[in-house]
């Protein structure tokens, strides 16, 4: 009777397993969020002594390639055309594209590409390398992030420091600060 017992148990432990087998939820397949731009902003405020440059970029695209339920595992791609920029002030823009910051004629874009997302709720933490001036650097970039089957909203401000990226342009007059504030809102939906 023993042996019958422990067979049994063990046949009811096989089929157990089995079933627990066949019925774990595969991993969903990423879905791919692209960055709506007429909804979406990218803003940049830049520190000089006579008059603070504030603005924008106007053309940008991208895509992001994340599971709902899994935004760890996403991935970031953007790019900017750095000729869209806009200050508000047609002057101010033109030096900004000009050799002394942008440089637009050798480089046109600015791009952004993840290595590694780190998240915890909505709050993450995307580590990429921005490609900006011809330099390329890692950086970590906070987000909050709300994101479902269809729609994707990405909201974050970091610091870029201009020199990192070899703008060092300066004026005695107007001196200029290296730390400039990029703030953003993208916000993405599945085409």
């Given at each position: 009777?023993?042996?019958?017992?422990?067979?049994?148990?063990?046949?009811?432990?096989?089929?157990?397993?089995?079933?627990?087998?066949?019925?774990?939820?595969?991993?969903?397949?990423?879905?791919?969020?692209?960055?709506?731009?007429?909804?979406?902003?990218?803003?940049?405020?830049?520190?000089?002594?006579?008059?603070?440059?504030?603005?924008?970029?106007?053309?940008?695209?991208?895509?992001?390639?994340?599971?709902?339920?899994?935004?760890?595992?996403?991935?970031?791609?953007?790019?900017?055309?750095?000729?869209?920029?806009?200050?508000?002030?047609?002057?101010?823009?033109?030096?900004?594209?000009?050799?002394?910051f942008f440089d637009i004629e050798?480089?046109?874009?600015?791009?952004?590409?993840?290595?590694?997302?780190?998240?915890?709720?909505?709050?993450?933490?995307?580590?990429?390398?921005?490609?900006?001036?011809?330099?390329?650097?890692?950086?970590?970039?906070?987000?909050?992030?709300?994101?479902?089957?269809?729609?994707?909203?990405?909201?974050?401000?970091?610091?870029?420091?201009?020199?990192?990226?070899?703008?060092?342009?300066?004026?005695?007059?107007?001196?200029?600060?290296?730390?400039?504030?990029?703030?953003?809102?993208?916000?993405?939906?599945?085409?």
């Amino acid at each position: 009777m023993r042996r019958a017992s422990i067979a049994r148990r063990l046949a009811l432990g096989a089929l157990l397993l089995a079933m627990l087998g066949t019925t774990a939820v595969p991993a969903a397949e990423p879905l791919r969020f692209r960055i709506q731009p007429e909804a979406s902003e990218i803003s940049f405020r830049a520190t000089s002594r006579l008059m603070n440059a504030e603005g924008h970029f106007g053309r940008f695209s991208g895509d992001v390639l994340a599971d709902p339920n899994r935004p760890a595992g996403a991935r970031i791609t953007l790019t900017i055309d750095a000729a869209s920029l806009d200050t508000g002030i047609q002057m101010r823009d033109k030096h900004l594209r000009s050799a002394d910051f942008f440089d637009i004629e050798r480089f046109p874009t600015i791009t952004f590409q993840s290595v590694r997302v780190e998240a915890a709720g909505r709050r993450t933490t995307v580590l990429g390398r921005l490609s900006l001036h011809g330099v390329t650097r890692e950086i970590a970039v906070p987000v909050d992030v709300q994101i479902t089957d269809t729609a994707l909203v990405a909201t974050g401000e970091f610091i870029v420091n201009r020199g990192d990226y070899a703008m060092n342009y300066n004026s005695l007059l107007n001196p200029i600060g290296n730390e400039v504030r990029v703030a953003f809102t993208f916000r993405a939906r599945v085409p």
